[in-house]
Structure formats: C-alpha cells, structure tokens
C-alpha cells in the first residue's frame, strides 16, 4: 500500500506507541509479582547469570558445558513457571506482551511489512480504525439466535427464521475456516435489520485477529471512491483503487442503497469481476432480493455473483426493533 511519508511516520509512532505501553504493562506485572513471590527475583537473577555464563562459553569456544547449562536454565525456567501457575498467573506472565506477536509491535517480520502494518494503513488510509470498536460488540461470541423465531415460514419454504440463521453461520464459519485453503465470496441477502451485518462483522474480526486484510465499505463509500478514481485519476486515488482489489477481504455493506446509475452498475461489475480474477475473497450484504439485484445491477453481475458466491438468506422480524422494545 502506497502511503505517504506523514502517514508512514504516524503508523510507526503508534507502533511505539504500543512497545511504551506493552513495556509499562510488564513492569507493572513484574512489581505486582515479586511482591506476591519474593523468590522469584532470584530466580529471573539466577536465569540472568546463567545466560551469560552460557554466552561466555560460547564466546571461549567451550562447549563441553553447554549441556549442562541448558539443563540449568530449563529447570529454572520450570521452577520460574509453577511458581506462576501455583499462584494462578499464566506461566507466560512475565513475557513482554506483544500485540502482535509476529512482529513483536515493530511492523516489520525479517524485512517485510508484517500484516499487522498492512492493516494499519488500511486502518489510517480508509479511516476504517472505528470498524474495530464495532467489532468488540459484535462478533461470534455475541451473536444470539434468541430473535429469530422458530417458527416455520411458508414464504421462505418452510424454514424458520431461526433454522435460516443457523444455517448462515455455519456458512461464514465454513467460509472462515476455508478462507486460506479455498477461495469463496459470501452474498448475505433478506430484508433489513435481520443480521446480515452482524454476520459481515462477524466474519471480518475473525480474519482481522487471524492476521488478513480486511476493508469495510458501505455501498455508498464505494462508490464514492471508485468516482474519486474514475474522474480524478491522481496518485493516491489509483493507490486507494489497488487496495480494494487486493486486500484479503473486502466487505460491501447494504449494496442498494446507494442512488444506483450507469456508473455504479458498471463499476460494480468490474470492482467484482477483478476481485474474482485476483482470487481475493468479497462479502457482501443487501436488502434487494434476487429480482432486485438483477433489475439495478444486470444479469452480468448477477450471473457473476450467483457463479462465484455462496448465497446466505437470512429472514424474520427487524432485531434492531426487537432489541428497542426490549429497552423499553
């Protein structure tokens, strides 16, 4: 991702950012431990001298005692680690504790941007970093089947809301677990406020903790953009272009909402043709049913995505309603 030299330096400042908290975090946990265990500054003492009598040998050539080093140190290194356990901290407790452990909070893994510094700016570029906020409420783990009724319905063939909702999780569990094996698309469709973001959000903080690339855009935002590309073909704009058909996941959010044209037909159909021919994964979600779909975007589009998406239905009553009478 093209970024300029401000935006570079304000992704690094927050990686410091990140290795000052993470430093002042272990210092408080090491305060906070050897008040509670006074052996175990001993111990971390004893672990020092150790590893430098051992890179002492090492520097004189001498390795007949080296084995008999790595022995101290491992069982010092238990020793350290039930003390741990037995006061109930993890035996990782006194590890510097890195956001992202591939990187260690440098945004750099030998040499090469980390993903954790791709998604930054993607963060910073498509002020996408409110998206994360979101996704801290919702998730698979707040996720609940408890509005969808079960009901069965003769308009969706018999399937309740409730069975149409099960069925698409499993779809977007089965789309994550596969997503670095088998290339897939989802296209969740049903009338408004029945989860369809909620399930978009679902699948992308999933991908986001697994370490991809994830954009977020309504249909509108899209569209605004791939205009700012098409009419003023400026450096940045045909960067930002690139990003959306190369990160890992792109999610298009409440596709038909938009004030749909000539324009945003035709530049939907290639935005998704080039993700197709990339092989990087799309989501998106509408309120259109199929006919809809067909009538605003042409058969073009509805044939690319009815070919290269797994179709998810959801049904039943608002849940945005039913959670505001619930507060009432």
């Known amino acids: 991702m093209s970024l300029t030299n401000t935006q570079y330096d304000t992704i690094m400042r927050q990686y410091e950012a990140i290795r000052i908290r993470n430093r002042h975090l272990l210092e408080q946990r090491k305060a906070e431990v050897y008040e509670r265990l006074p052996q175990?500054?001993?111990?971390?003492?004893?672990?020092?001298?150790?590893?430098l009598a051992h890179?002492?040998?090492?520097?004189?050539?001498?390795?007949?005692?080296?084995?008999?080093?790595?022995?101290?140190?491992?069982?010092?290194t238990a020793q350290k680690a039930s003390l741990?356990?037995?006061?109930?901290?993890?035996?990782?407790?006194?590890?510097?504790?890195?956001?992202?452990?591939?990187?260690?909070?440098?945004?750099?893994?030998?040499?090469?941007?980390?993903?954790?510094?791709?998604?930054?700016a993607i963060d910073l570029v498509y002020t996408q970093s409110?998206?994360?906020?979101?996704?801290?409420?919702?998730?698979?783990?707040?996720?609940?089947?408890?509005?969808?009724?079960?009901?069965?319905?003769?308009?969706?063939?018999g399937v309740s809301a409730f069975d149409a909702a099960h069925a698409a999780v499993k779809a977007c569990r089965s789309f994550i677990q596969?997503?670095?094996?088998a290339f897939g698309n989802?296209?969740?469709?049903?009338?408004?406020?029945?989860?369809?973001?909620?399930?978009?959000?679902?699948?992308?903080?999933?991908?986001?903790?697994s370490g991809h690339s994830v954009i977020y855009f309504t249909a509108a935002q899209l569209f605004q953009l791939l205009e700012a590309v098409s009419f003023?073909?400026?450096?940045?704009?045909?960067?930002?272009?690139?990003?959306?058909?190369?990160?890992?996941?792109?999610?298009?959010?409440?596709?038909?909402?938009?004030?749909?044209?000539?324009?945003?037909?035709?530049?939907?159909?290639?935005?998704?043709?080039?993700?197709?021919?990339?092989?990087?994964s799309t989501i998106i979600s509408t309120n259109l049913n199929i006919s809809q779909l067909v009538e605003l975007y042409s058969e073009r589009t509805f044939s690319r995505i009815t070919s290269s998406y797994t179709m998810v239905k959801l049904v039943g009553a608002d849940i945005r309603i039913l959670k505001k009478m619930q507060r009432l």
């Open 40 to 51: 175990l500054p001993e111990i971390d003492a004893s672990i020092c001298g150790t590893s």
């Open 55 to 76: 890179a002492r040998r090492l520097l004189e050539g001498d390795d007949s005692a080296l084995p008999a080093l790595h022995e101290q140190l491992a069982a010092l």
């Open 84 to 120: 741990l356990s037995g006061a109930g901290y993890p035996a990782d407790y006194l590890d510097m504790p890195y956001q992202c452990p591939d990187c260690q909070d440098t945004g750099y893994c030998n040499g090469v941007k980390c993903h954790c510094f791709r998604q930054a």
């Open 130 to 157: 409110n998206i994360r906020n979101i996704l801290e409420q919702e998730n698979f783990s707040t996720f609940s089947f408890a509005y969808y009724s079960k009901d069965a319905l003769p308009e969706n063939g």
């Open 178 to 181: 596969d997503f670095d094996s």
């Open 186 to 209: 989802l296209f969740l469709y049903g009338s408004t406020g029945v989860g369809k973001t909620f399930l978009s959000n679902c699948v992308a903080r999933e991908l986001l903790d």
């Open 232 to 280: 003023h073909r400026d450096e940045a704009d045909s960067s930002s272009c690139q990003n959306l058909f190369d990160c890992d996941l792109l999610i298009i959010d409440d596709l038909g909402t938009e004030f749909a044209t000539s324009f945003t037909t035709s530049q939907l159909f290639l935005c998704l043709n080039e993700r197709l021919l990339r092989r990087k």
